[in-house]
């Protein structure tokens, strides 16, 4: 393959994969092999219908087995083929010791077993609670909720539970300011209740009077994240929380993204009620491509009664499964996906105090640092985990195709929409300083290109421009939509 085009920046080269102008096909296994092979035998109990004599099993090595599947995951791009700064969604490195852990004897019991024979496992759970806990500033926790979308939702939930058991079942508001992940108005609306939108004030952070006017007895909650999506501190925190309770209304935190707190704030003591973690964001467990996953939600005590059941709890004998007393209900089978919750005690436990602080500090600066580096112009500043700069006249969703072919992966684009054409960017603190050389150096370059190379980018990529509307409403998830 001869191959005139720029180089790429981290060496990450899905070109190779591309034959002339076009992908190269590959083939599927059994369009490799087309060995036909004899499965009768006794089908037992089965239907006729449902039951064959004949199978189309491909006959090949382990070798040409190895290649087929290596070659697909070349064509693709993960955070092990380099940088994937997706700010907001944080995509970091998992570190494979946690599925060492996950997949030892013992790990996946049946959660039907009583309790007296699940010891190790509960207790795990019991820790995993109580750490989380710790870092949040909770006092209980909840391990149930699937996402971190379904952990916002429980948490409103339970925060609708308890205004209900108080008599003030008539707050009818949640507020959300206008820089919130999507996920936040959907959750309150969801939840039923109207969604009051407060504007961001000039500096990016909520606009106090905004929020003063927003707030009343009709206020269930108000929905923030801290840094927010602009990955600045809400310096003006204990103001907020105090509008908020004034009212008679609980604070939310969306904790999705812990990265530039862990070990040093607690959303607890800016007087946070409640709150979610997306363990698949903070805690290094696989964001899973829709599942399964897990978002926890911490409380404090006067909401504990209301989580979702069962929750796990030490007594003298040991450790035991319970209801709490007011709870909503079930959100998800048994204690959530447990699997995935041993993966992120084990980082846990595996970072300790001074790992999770050097985490956030790493996450920190690598931000800043790459801030500095891109080019581009970054309004607002100085930043936590993430920063948002500007695309300014160019189409930030043209950026981010033509960054793949400079072999890494782009940033989250217009959103927040703030500011314009945005480009959310989190390193995380996985990224070393050459990585963020290069990642700065494909943002560099990306800055000088004209628009027509921009409109027709990527062109290095074994997949093209997709047209993304029609890729999500009505996604082909089959090679068999495709031979149509
Ligand atoms: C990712 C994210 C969510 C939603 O979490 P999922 O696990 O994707 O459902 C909510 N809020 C913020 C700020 C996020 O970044």
């Not at 036909?36 to 219908?49: A, F, I």
């Not at 700064?85 to 494979?96: A, D, R």
């Not at 820790?127 to 391990?143: K, T």
């Not at 314009?420 to 370059?445: G, W, Y």
Request: glycine share 10%; hydrophobic share 35%; charged share 25%.
């Amino acid at each position: 393959m001869t191959d005139d085009r720029e180089p790429t920046m981290t060496g990450y080269d899905q070109a190779r994969w591309i034959d002339g102008d076009e992908p190269r096909y590959e083939p599927l296994l059994s369009e490799k092999d087309e060995t036909t092979v004899e499965v009768g035998g006794d089908d037992g109990p089965l239907p006729d219908d449902l039951t064959r004599d004949d199978l189309t099993l491909p006959e090949l090595s382990e070798p040409e087995l190895a290649r087929h599947y290596t070659r697909l995951s070349q064509m693709n791009y993960g955070i092990e083929s380099g940088p994937y700064p997706l700010g907001s969604c944080t995509m970091k490195y998992n570190p494979k010791f946690t599925e060492d852990v996950a997949a030892l004897p013992g790990a996946a019991v049946h959660p039907d077993r009583p309790d007296g024979t699940l010891q190790g496992t509960l207790e795990l759970m019991a820790h995993l609670q109580d750490y989380l806990a710790r870092i949040g500033g909770m006092d209980e926790v909840s391990l149930q909720p699937p996402a971190g979308a379904a952990g916002e939702f429980v948490g409103i939930l339970v925060a609708k539970a308890y205004h209900e058991h108080n008599d003030e079942g008539h707050r009818s508001e949640v507020i959300v300011p206008d820089s919130a992940h999507g996920t936040n108005f959907a959750t309150a609306a969801l939840a039923g209740y109207d969604v009051i939108e407060v504007p961001s004030a000039e500096d990016g952070r909520v606009d106090l009077d905004a929020l003063e006017a927003a707030a009343s007895e009709d206020t269930a909650a108000f929905m923030l994240t801290n840094p927010n999506t602009l990955g600045l501190f809400e310096r003006n925190i204990e103001a907020v929380a105090e509008i908020v309770h004034g009212v008679g209304g609980l604070l939310y935190y969306d904790g999705a993204n812990l990265n530039a707190l862990l070990g040093r704030a607690r959303p607890g003591d800016m007087g946070f009620d409640v709150m979610h973690y997306n363990v698949h964001k903070t805690f290094a467990t696989p964001h899973g491509g829709g599942g399964p996953g897990a978002g926890p939600v911490g409380v404090v005590e006067k909401l504990a009664p209301f989580l979702p059941a069962p929750r796990v709890r030490e007594r003298d004998d040991g450790f035991e499964r319970f209801d709490p007393e007011y709870t909503i209900g079930k959100v998800h089978g048994f204690e959530g996906n447990w699997l995935v919750l041993v993966k992120a005690f084990a980082y846990i436990a595996r970072l300790g105090d001074d790992g999770l602080r050097d985490a956030s500090a790493k996450a920190v600066l690598n931000a800043n640092y790459l801030a500095e580096r891109i080019g581009y112009e970054v309004p607002h500043g100085p930043f936590h985990h993430e920063f948002v700069a500007s695309a300014g006249d160019q189409d930030a969703a043209d950026v981010a195709k033509r960054m793949l072919d400079y072999g890494v992966h782009p940033p989250t684009t217009k959103w927040p929409d703030i500011v314009s054409e945005a480009l959310m960017t989190e390193p995380t603190e996985i990224e070393s300083r050459d990585s963020l050389d290069d990642l700065a150096a494909a943002f560099e370059a990306v800055r000088e290109e004209d628009d027509e190379t921009l409109a027709a980018a990527p062109d290095r990529t074994t997949a093209r421009r997709i047209d993304q509307t029609e890729a999500a409403r009505n996604p082909r998830l089959s090679w068999h939509d495709l031979a149509d």
